[in-house]
């Protein structure tokens, strides 16, 4: 038997007009990451706070850890972190007093909570900001303060809404690294995401969500498999010869290259070679490149094949 | 920069089964509150200024009409309007609730195992310092100004931990806005118009012998008057005895009713 370490099961909720969720199971195994991705509005926060016991759903179970959000609350809350989509440390303190406030909310004693307080923010690389009020932080430095809080008891189960929505490439990467190291120590994470990308790099599994339901679910690389894997770019220096290229991604591809602009030549590919095996014939053609890369698919053209619409129509 | 975060580190993670759990963290969160107010000052002028300005707007204004001389005027108003800004300084309390819960550093509380009601009675209770704040500064204008204590120091002192506890008791109708409304601003309004009646329909500016008879028979229910009044006996002297079961009664059913109403619409709210 398998044992989750957070499940749900039928969750539905409704805010007056509007279905947030409209019955969806997630699960994560002890020490997993799942990865919950969907457009905005999908339900994903919704479906954190249900998790977390901030909401309460209209129908649907959910357990964390073994204890029922609704009947055991006080339990789930011993066991999880929470860092939410907006920043929720608290302005006028200081990063220190606000995992302090946190160690003594989690019945730390006086020096045991500022011990932990100054560990944490030396591993987040706060320490020199720890005695500076939180308003004067980046917004990265807010997001690092807020991971660093909901560690602050070393929960079980952490959950993550967007914690790299709106951070540059290299602060996504370190958040990455946090993510990493958290599951390495036996961690569950829930992480919400609106990239395919950052899913595939955390993830051991992925459930899509759209409109509150799960639209399609399972691992990275299976659900790479029935969005049609990734796609493969090329830009060749001199734009004439973009045909040839066009020509060997086609052969190998065994479907038709499209051209997203002069000079270029773009193609989903299936298998594990099948990158390699372009690189090697388009040396052998002689055809110098200027770019020539390997993207998944975007959260748009996973909705496109999954539900035959754009995430844009969302908005409508 | 590199970030590691090691769940197995030196710092032990226990939580002590120890004692007071929930009023240490009630005094936690309502430290919280008091440093908050501390790096606001504008919220402390706020507090020290207003009834600063009321009382020489009412003492220049209304002193010589209402009691002859500004002297015994200021006597008379002093203690009143201390229930008054105290009570004012309360309605700031929900506002900054308002605030605290919109922008989701309540929602971490809530997904901690602390009660529910203990960030709610946190932020009240760290924001009687303010009160402090505001009687002291509004007792060192009314010296200047010529007010002296009528009584002795212990009923003056008795007076003002009343006035605090009234408000106590009061600021959780303010709180239930608070946790209810969408907007601070609403707050704020919502507030006043439960607080005009209350702080105005009172003898706080004018002998009760001089207002109309409906308003006389408002006078004589409302708690806020009856404070006063208390108030008034305690540091000037007259009568006090008659107002106190009134305050006491008032301030427990105000408690008992706004209180847990508060706190079921704080866990309520999304
Ligand atoms: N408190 C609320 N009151 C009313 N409607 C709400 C509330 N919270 C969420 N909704 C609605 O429920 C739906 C799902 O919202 P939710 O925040 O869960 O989406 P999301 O996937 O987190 O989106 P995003 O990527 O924008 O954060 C949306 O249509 C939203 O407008
Ligand atoms: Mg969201």
Redesign the pocket.
């Given at each position: 038997m398998t044992t989750f370490a957070f499940e749900a099961e039928g969750l539905v909720k409704r805010?007056?007009k509007?279905t947030?969720l409209d019955g969806i199971d997630l699960a994560a195994r002890q020490g997993t990451v799942l990865g919950v991705l969907?457009p905005?509005?999908?339900?994903?926060?919704?479906a954190v706070r249900i998790l977390a016991t901030l909401l309460r759903p209209d129908a649907g179970r959910a357990v964390v850890g073994g204890f029922d959000v609704l009947r055991d609350a006080a339990k789930v809350r011993r066991t999880i972190g929470l860092t939410g989509?907006y920043a929720s440390v608290d302005e006028d303190l200081t990063g220190m007093e606000n995992l302090v406030l946190i160690g003594q909310l989690l019945d730390l004693r006086g020096t045991e909570a500022r011990a932990r307080a100054s560990e944490l923010l030396a591993e987040f690389g706060l320490s020199e900001a720890g005695g500076r009020t939180a308003k004067t932080y980046s917004g990265g430095m807010r997001r690092r303060l807020d991971l660093a809080a909901s560690l602050v008891g070393r929960p079980d189960v952490i959950y993550l809404d967007?914690p790299t929505t709106g951070l540059d490439p290299a602060k996504r990467e370190d958040v990455w690294g946090i993510i990493r190291r958290l599951v390495g120590d036996g961690v569950t994470i829930l992480l919400t995401t609106?990239y395919l990308e950052e899913a595939d790099a955390l993830a051991d599994d992925i459930s899509v969500i759209d409109r509150g339901k799960v639209i399609a679910n399972g691992t990275p690389a299976e659900l790479k498999r029935v969005v049609g894997g990734q796609t493969v770019f090329v830009r060749t220096a001199d734009p004439e010869r973009v045909t040839e290229a066009a020509a060997i991604l086609a052969d190998i591809a065994g479907r038709p290259a499209e051209s997203p602009g002069r000079g270029m030549a773009t193609v989903p590919v299936v298998g594990d070679t099948a990158f390699t095996e372009i690189v090697r014939r388009i040396d052998a053609a002689g055809i110098r490149v200027t770019e020539l890369s390997l993207h998944l698919p975007k959260l748009d053209e996973v909705f496109f094949t999954l539900t035959g619409r754009h995430t844009e129509d969302e908005a409508a | 920069m590199t970030i590691t975060v090691d769940q197995a580190a030196s710092v032990a993670v226990s939580p002590a089964t120890r004692p007071f759990t929930r009023t240490r963290h009630i005094l936690a969160l309502a430290r919280r509150s008091l440093i908050k107010t501390m790096r606001t000052p504008e919220q402390l002028i706020d507090v020290t200024l207003q009834p600063i300005i009321f009382v020489l707007v009412y003492v220049y204004l209304l002193g010589g009409a209402v009691a002859g001389n500004t002297h015994d005027y200021l006597q008379f108003l002093l203690p009143a309007i201390m229930v008054q800004t105290v009570l004012f300084g309360g309605m700031a309390t929900g506002v900054n609730l308002n605030t605290d819960i919109k922008k989701g550093v309540f929602d971490r509380f809530r997904s901690l195992p602390i009660a529910r009601s203990a960030p709610l009675i946190g932020s009240v209770l760290g924001d009687l310092i303010r009160y402090v704040v505001a009687m002291v500064s509004l007792f060192i204008a009314g010296y200047i100004l010529g007010f002296r204590i009528g009584t002795n120091l212990p009923a003056t002192v008795a007076a003002c931990l009343l006035t605090m506890g009234f408000t106590f008791c009061v600021s959780w109708i303010i709180v239930l806005f608070g946790v209810l409304m969408r907007e601070p601003g609403g707050v704020q309004g919502t507030a006043f118009l439960v607080l005009f009646p209350l702080t105005f329909g009172t003898t706080m500016i004018t002998p009760a012998s001089t207002l109309p008879g409906w308003l006389q028979t408002w006078v004589n229910v409302n708690p806020v008057n009856h404070m006063m009044e208390a108030a008034r006996g305690l540091m000037v002297g007259g009568p006090v005895a008659e107002h106190l079961p009134w305050v006491g009664f008032w301030s427990i059913g105000l408690l008992a009713v706004f209180a847990p109403l508060a706190v079921r619409a704080y866990r309520r709210r999304?």
């Open positions: 805010f007056k509007t947030a969907g905005n509005g999908a339900g994903k926060t919704t989509q967007e609106q | 999304t």
